[in-house]
């Protein structure tokens, strides 16, 4: 039994990490992979790139 649970979760875990890589953003202004997601303070999300520092949401 514990193999399968193992298994159940190696197999969501896999498809967590599938679906974080199709989402993955990028710099509009370079490119680059290195994106953070802050919320602002009127509650909605922008991101920033750690690289180049530009911002946009």
Known sequence: M???ILEEV???L???S???SSTRLGCPSRGSAHV???L???GGVSC???ACG???S
């Open 18 to 20: 599938t679906r974080r």
């Open 48 to 50: 920033v790139c750690t």
């Open 2 to 4: 514990p193999a399968s």
């Open 40 to 42: 602002g303070d009127n």
């Open 10 to 12: 190696d197999h969501l």
């Open 14 to 16: 896999g498809a967590v």
């Open 54 to 56: 530009h911002s946009w």
């Open 36 to 38: 953070a997601r802050v």
